[in-house]
């Protein structure tokens, strides 16, 4: 909802202060100018950029324009989540949690949260995690190198999308200059027509340095920052994940784990230990 209202306002004031001060819109429609600047764009972006990622970068930037689904009730229920998990492992050891970690879509715990098992890179990020504790072997520190290895590797991923966009805003600038020069070698092919043909000429060539200007800077720079930002959201689940299980693998009540787990979140969006606590009451 941000983004939209975010390039709207860049729209309205930079569009809105041309107009303050007396500029024709009509000087501004070049198509020429903007179908080179973005088609070069994504052209260098079809080169860089591998298919499987280039999916990754479209999913990535339709989820931008969406409400996030991380905040303070995501973390509740993951906190939820994990403290029915340990409980069940307190209970009835570690072989209890088998049958909801081995088929989670059809476990009475995780089917409790739908939208929790969308999300599949958590989702096996936590269930394979469990399944070591399931299997036994794993020290406590062991688990947690492996754990911050696999959080490392799915941060470097999910960055990328992220870092490719930045790269293209960064060579809009010099994108739009070959426009404006492709527009500078018409005029020089007009040079001895009349002054208006050859100002109207060269207003069409700044408006192709303009463009790239301003999608770089306004928009795809910006884009590419929201998606880093949401890189790191996931990662911070993953570290909240972490905390949690190698709190209970150490043999911590479940409270207790689950108190670490709410310790590594951000404090947009972390609960209050009262509020944790009234949620987990009605746990049965």
Aim: charged residues 20%; without cysteine.
């Amino acid at each position: 909802m941000f983004v939209v209202i975010g390039i709207a306002v860049v729209l309205v004031a930079v569009l809105g202060g041309f107009a303050i001060e007396g500029g024709p819109f009509l000087v501004l429609m070049q198509y020429a100018e903007f179908l080179i600047i973005v088609g070069a764009s994504t052209g260098a972006l079809l080169i860089s950029t591998p298919g499987k990622l280039l999916s990754k970068i479209f999913k990535k930037l339709s989820g931008a324009f969406k409400h996030g689904k991380i905040d303070q009730p995501f973390y509740l229920d993951l906190l939820k989540l994990m403290y029915e998990l340990f409980q069940v492992g307190q209970k009835e050891g570690v072989i209890g949690l088998e049958q909801h970690v081995e088929s989670p879509d059809k476990s009475k715990i995780f089917s409790k949260y739908p939208h929790l098992l969308e999300d599949k890179n958590m989702l096996h990020f936590l269930t394979d995690t469990m399944r070591l504790l399931i299997v036994g072997g794993a020290e406590p520190f062991d688990l947690e190198g492996l754990m911050d290895a696999d959080i490392e590797t799915h941060h470097q991923e999910g960055s990328k999308p992220g870092m490719i966009l930045q790269k293209i805003g960064d060579s809009m600038p010099g994108l739009g200059i070959v426009a404006a020069v492709l527009g500078i070698v018409i005029t020089m092919q007009a040079i001895d027509g009349p002054p208006q043909e050859i100002g109207h000429k060269v207003a069409a060539a700044l408006v192709g340095t303009f463009l790239g200007v301003l999608l770089s800077y306004g928009f795809i720079q910006p884009l590419a920052t929201n998606l880093e930002i949401s890189a790191e959201e996931e990662s911070r689940l993953f570290e909240v994940i972490k905390a949690g299980v190698v709190a209970f693998a150490k043999g911590m009540q479940p409270l207790i784990a689950v108190e670490f787990a709410r310790r590594t979140i951000y404090h947009d969006h972390r609960p209050s230990f009262n509020e944790m606590e009234t949620t987990l009451k009605g746990v049965k």
